[in-house]
């Protein structure tokens, strides 16, 4: 290569951009020989409240309503504010404002991130996969499966080791997935003697081709815990049909506690514990995740000399979704019966109990590096004003969950980010937007770069912003000048 | 890493946003709410290749047109090609000139024969293809310089006229200029025709050899550059009042020539606040400053070039 130019492999026109250029379409440039997303700068705007998501106004639409709002209304993110590498170089923007009569101030940067990687977690039953087998991208190893959640399996992508550790594609494919989920893109995975599972934030999964729509409530054991006082009554017996545990309301602890006579119903599977059975039917897509289509079938003959006629036996899936009502006749055989009304609020509350199922993509980044120079001259202080909560640390206006102990190690779930806050270089590493805010005098006794702390006004003034409502859900990251807000 | 094309509504819930690599289109139709509906999705299975169509014989696009080159492929390359057709040996110019006009003239034909919207217009940063049902028409806001974008003036474009593209070129603007016009703005029958006419008539106001110009080798800025060692417009320092007028003048005259071609119908060139027209523009009102129709320029505020 003649120069420091770099070719930029964003779009098919591969344009050949020399340093301080950007390509044809202004949003990739050459930083210092990185290539770096220069999109225009987020600002929060606050005054603007939408009732939808955050939608960025295009930079050559020119289509914002020419409002310039001014003080603590607006926030200045990180988003497309590149960064200033090496670090020790003063952040790209150190932004001052006053906040109820604070002077507070933003440091405002974008770091590169080598350690970080998505927790990702998807909302189903399904066996995705053995724990620690590996997840693949493209057939790169990107990731494992970890430590299952209640209702959710659980990935854990990216990490050093996949981006920079193993082979050039390995880590070029690791760092796209991860920039995909964290900008709400969908992303096809495979895991190792597993399935594959179609991901992206916010969205249901799809594993194997298959939609998931619903968590159930609970296993069948559970689901008699949650509704065994509002049953009792108003009905003798009840089974929670399950792939997992299938419940029976008068074997059950709960029911025993509630005095609950005994019924005589006999279940066929394997019994665990008291009124909890495995195995009362192959997994399948009718009731509670099983292949029963007629509850009735997973019954044997009630024990005569328990049963009694006119007994009442409400059969119910663990979604709400399948149920059905039977009384037992003279010969104490089950008939069906219409759901009596005292019973039918309890089915529509196991209904209402079951959350759409979805993925959730939680970025994990550690910010306790050299980034911190670009802050203050002494970036242990960074820290431990962090940890003191004297410095409140969003992404793109997000706030952020910092894990306890050394370091700036943080978590943000990206679906309350600005839409594409994520960007990447090709080391590989992830481009992640970062906000120190603390007061101006913290600022100053922590040794920052005083001297190039610039008013709010001034960058308001700059057209290269661009301006975005605030969520409603998300706290306003200058609301509380001293002590974060708690998070919702 | 390729970033994937994104094709997403505005949140005003009417305008259609699409945008790959350097291509970011504002789409909008209107009519009955099936035929808008239709049109956005024709055009939203078209746009996903128009990159890759484009990318695929960009080399044979970058070339200065020559009556004697070989044609294009693709369909949009095609466009290109025959928009600078006229100009092949008479001036310096490259398919390229015409790119943006030729998308916007391609998506908009794919909603037009998918659907029967009453109206549409595609934009693609600020070179725009219309089209109106008879009878219909736009209210078109124009610029005088596309970085800093206050209406000077808005124009009427009816089904009556042959207009159906409309360009803006300048050295301020996202492409190099050999010219110094702060921004030229052209109608004419096709968007593609328009861009490429924007181009030539920009390159034309032009003061050579003047020592307040900035010029560099495209080369110098963008390796890729179509316009290779041509020196591109940089920065216009101090004019004179007369300098301004022969400038201008200079544009104008290819102006006229390209009128009288029946290449553009009309052109408004813009320097330094002074602002020459060719041809009638059909005026629909004069925007001075912090005065007149609000409304009306919210309500078209879209097609403003930028």
């Known amino acids: 290569m003649p120069d420091d130019a770099i070719r930029c492999d964003a779009c098919p026109v591969l344009c050949y951009i020399k340093p301080g250029r950007t390509g044809a379409c202004d949003r990739y440039g050459n930083h210092d020989g990185q290539l770096v997303r220069l999109d225009p700068h987020v600002v929060l705007d606050r005054a603007v409240s939408r009732g939808d998501s955050i939608v960025p106004f295009l930079d050559r639409d020119r289509d914002w309503d020419g409002n310039i709002v001014s003080g603590p209304e607006n926030f200045v993110t990180a988003i497309g504010a590149g960064t200033t590498y090496p670090d020790y170089k003063p952040a790209p923007f150190i932004i001052s404002s006053a906040v109820q009569g604070v002077d507070m101030v933003t440091v405002v940067t974008e770091g590169i991130f080598s350690y970080c990687g998505v927790k990702l977690k998807i909302d189903t039953d399904r066996h995705l996969g053995p724990e620690t087998n590996l997840v693949r991208a493209q057939g790169e190893p990107i990731g494992h499966v970890t430590t299952s959640e209640y209702g959710s399996q659980m990935l854990s992508l990216g990490g050093v080791r996949h981006l920079t550790g193993g082979s050039r594609r390995e880590g070029t494919v690791t760092c796209e997935t991860l920039l995909n989920l964290c900008n709400g893109k969908a992303v096809e995975l495979g895991i190792d003697e597993g399935a594959t599972v179609l991901v992206q934030a916010g969205k249901p999964p799809v594993v194997d081709g298959v939609q998931e729509e619903r968590m159930r409530v609970g296993c069948g054991s559970a689901t008699i815990g949650m509704f065994a006082k509002q049953w009792f009554g108003k009905v003798d017996e009840v089974v929670v049909v399950d792939d997992h545990i299938t419940g029976v309301l008068s074997e059950h602890q709960a029911g025993k506690l509630l005095g609950i006579p005994e019924t005589g119903i006999k279940i066929k599977g394997h019994r665990s514990t008291p009124g909890r059975y495995f195995r009362v039917a192959e997994p399948g897509t009718a009731w509670g995740g099983t292949n029963i289509e007629a509850p009735l079938s997973i019954l044997q003959d009630f024990n005569p000399k328990i049963a009694w006629p006119r007994l009442r036996l409400l059969m119910v899936s663990t979604t709400g979704e399948h149920h059905a009502y039977f009384e037992l006749d003279e010969d104490l055989q089950p008939v069906e019966k219409d759901l009596p009304s005292s019973l039918s609020e309890s089915v529509t509350r196991i209904k209402e109990n079951c959350e759409p199922a979805l993925c959730t993509v939680l970025f994990m980044g550690g910010a306790g590096g050299s980034l911190r120079a670009g802050v203050t001259e002494n970036p242990v202080r960074l820290t431990h004003a962090v940890r003191d909560a004297l410095t409140r640390v969003t992404c793109g206006g997000t706030p952020v969950y910092v894990w306890p102990g050394g370091g700036i190690t943080f978590m943000v779930d990206v679906s309350r980010m600005p839409e594409n806050g994520f960007g990447y270089v090709p080391t590989p590493a992830l481009v992640a937007p970062i906000e120190f805010t603390l007061k101006l005098s913290d600022y100053a006794a922590l040794g920052g770069y005083m001297d190039h702390v610039r008013s709010l006004d001034s960058m308001m003034s700059d057209e290269r912003r661009r301006h975005l409502s605030a969520r409603e859900n998300n706290p306003w990251p200058l609301s509380s000048p001293t002590r974060p807000r708690p998070e919702r | ?306």
Request: aromatic share 4%; net charge negative.
């Open chain 2, 1 to 306: 890493m390729r970033e994937r094309p994104q094709i997403r509504l505005l949140p005003d819930g009417r305008r259609l946003h699409m945008h790959d690599g350097p291509i970011d289109l504002i789409v909008e139709a209107f009519g009955a709410v099936c035929e808008i509906r239709a049109a956005y999705n024709a055009a939203a299975v078209r746009f996903p290749t128009v990159l890759e169509e484009l990318c695929s014989e960009l080399c044979l696009l970058r070339q200065p047109a020559r009556p004697d080159a070989p044609f294009p492929e693709g369909r949009i390359a095609k466009r290109m090609a025959a928009a600078v057709a006229p100009y092949a040996g008479r001036t310096f110019i490259t398919a390229m000139a015409a790119v943006a006009g030729a998308v916007a003239e391609e998506i908009l034909e794919t909603m037009t024969s998918a659907a029967d919207p009453s109206r549409a217009y595609v934009n693609d940063g600020g070179d725009i293809a219309l089209h109106f049902a008879p009878g219909e028409h736009f209210v078109v806001g124009m610029v005088e310089r596309p970085d800093r974008p206050s209406l000077f003036v808005t124009a009427m474009l009816d089904s009556r006229q042959p207009v159906r593209g409309i360009a803006t070129s300048g050295w301020r603007g996202r492409s190099f200029s050999l010219g110094i016009a702060d921004a030229v703005t052209v109608l004419a029958d096709r968007a593609a025709m328009a861009d490429a006419a924007a181009t030539i008539i920009a390159n034309a106001v032009d003061l050579p050899g003047h020592p307040s110009v900035m010029r560099v080798p495209a080369y110098s800025l963008d390796p890729d550059s179509d316009l290779g060692d041509r020196p591109v417009t940089q920065d216009v320092g101090q004019l004179s009042p007369s300098e301004i007028a022969a400038a201008l003048d200079a544009g104008a005259a290819v102006a006229r020539s390209l009128l009288s071609d029946a290449l553009i119908r009309s052109a408004a060139l813009h320097l330094r606040g002074e602002t020459r027209v060719a041809g009638a523009v059909p005026i629909a009102g004069i925007v001075s400053c912090g005065a007149s129709n609000h409304e009306e320029m919210r309500s078209n505020r879209s097609l403003v070039h930028a």
